[in-house]
């Protein structure tokens, strides 16, 4: 069975930073466009980064361009999201998520999904 786990998240305060894991079991991770989406109360799900599988292209949304960084390992089956200079407007629940084929910002184009992982920033 095909599943992701993100892992990393918890409290932090302004200015902070956090890095965020995902791990693929039951598949590799090395053929699929790997993105990251969050989601705060009230609010829909939203594009957050994504890194392509061929070339390890990245894509930001331009809310935390310059402070996170999306990486991947390989030989771990695992994804990164390195978040600096953390903000409260960065509070949500984060997900990562997997697609076959290229890279897309819309959360209907991936297909596995992970259980997401709560990050909070407050001092």
């Known amino acids: 069975q095909l599943q992701l786990a993100e892992s990393g998240g918890g409290l932090v305060q302004p200015g902070g930073s956090l890095r965020l894991s995902c791990v693929g079991s039951g598949f590799s991770l090395d053929y699929y466009a790997i993105g990251w989406f969050w989601q705060a109360p009230g609010k829909e799900r939203e594009f957050v980064a994504a890194?392509?599988?061929?070339?390890?292209?990245?894509y930001y949304a331009d809310s935390v361009k310059g402070r996170f960084t999306i990486s991947r390992d390989y030989a771990k089956n695992t994804l990164y999201l390195q978040m600096n200079s953390l903000k409260p407007e960065d509070t949500a629940f984060y997900y990562c998520?997997?697609?076959?084929?290229?890279?897309?910002?819309?959360?209907?184009?991936?297909?596995?999904w992970g259980q997401g992982t709560q990050v909070t920033v407050s001092s």
């Open positions: 890194i392509s599988w061929i070339v390890s292209s990245t």
């Open positions: 998520a997997a697609r076959r084929g290229p890279v897309r910002s819309a959360r209907n184009e991936y297909d596995y």
